[in-house]
């Protein structure tokens, strides 16, 4: 079922314009053909009822039931030097039920705020379309990049992803209970002395994954997955 995010919502009618009807034009949907619509943070099931040069109408059949994790989980990123890899991660953070992905700057990261700030338009177009394709309703947020001074660690659990560290497996944590657990991940490099200094004076938790050293979007995603399974009563 293809998932579109209309424009403004009449009774039971959502119409769609712009970019969002050259993609219902694309997938070919034809009358009368079921669809998904985002909409205030709900997930619908739709008909396609009418298509016209500037608009199309679906028609609401129904709310569509949808979960969330029941942990609220922030993903405290650093931006990879290969910029496409943050992409990757953005998508698989809106797919893994992700709230809140904030770009970091560490020592080894890439580090122009300028151009990160520039990437912002195409990075909230890759989560949007990341949740029409996994029907995720909610929004994830995507917050300005900061730098570790800049950093507080406010959620209840507050881990950091280190290989080099002696720190705990994330399967040995006690996540049953968690209501909000954010999650740092180094950059390809891996994060300097000054950075797990910084880290070791914020009071985070180290952890680690095992066997391998894995690259920053796997670590990420492998460490998300875990978090939101063992989090889950
Ligand atoms: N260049 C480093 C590897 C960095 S991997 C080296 O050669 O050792 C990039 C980031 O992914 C790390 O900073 C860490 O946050 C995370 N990561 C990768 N593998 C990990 C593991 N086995 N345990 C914990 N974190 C890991």
Redesign the pocket.
Not at 207 to 210: A, Q
């Given at each position: 079922m293809h998932t579109f995010i209309p424009y403004r919502r009449l009774k039971d009618i959502f119409l769609i314009q712009g970019e969002e009807l050259d993609h219902l034009r694309v997938r070919r949907v034809k009358r009368g053909e079921k669809v998904g619509a985002i909409w205030e943070e709900e997930l619908y099931l739709c008909e396609l009822e009418g298509i016209s040069k500037t608009e199309a109408r679906l028609r609401i059949i129904e709310r569509l039931e949808t979960k969330r994790p029941s942990v609220k989980i922030r993903l405290v990123q650093?931006v990879p030097v290969e910029l496409k890899t943050f992409e990757t991660i953005l998508q698989k953070s809106t797919e893994l039920g992700v709230q809140e992905v904030v770009p970091l700057i560490t020592e080894r990261s890439f580090r122009n705020k300028e151009i990160i700030e520039k990437k912002r338009e195409r990075w909230e177009r890759i989560v949007l379309e990341s949740m029409k394709q996994c029907k995720r309703p909610y929004r994830l947020s995507l917050r300005e990049p900061i730098s570790i001074e800049e950093f507080k660690p406010e959620d209840e659990i507050n881990l950091?992803?280190?290989?080099?560290s002696e720190?705990r497996r994330i399967k040995d944590l006690d996540l049953k209970e968690a209501k909000s657990v954010s999650l740092?991940?180094?950059?390809?490099?891996?994060?300097s002395k000054r950075d797990v200094d910084m880290f070791k004076d914020l009071g985070l938790v180290f952890?680690?994954?095992?066997p391998?050293?894995?690259?920053?979007d796997?670590?990420a995603v492998v460490g998300i997955g875990l978090i939101v399974n063992l989090a889950d009563p």
């Open positions: 650093a950091v992803l280190d290989n080099f720190g740092v991940v180094g950059p390809e490099g891996g994060f952890v680690k994954l095992e391998h050293v894995l690259r920053t796997t670590a």
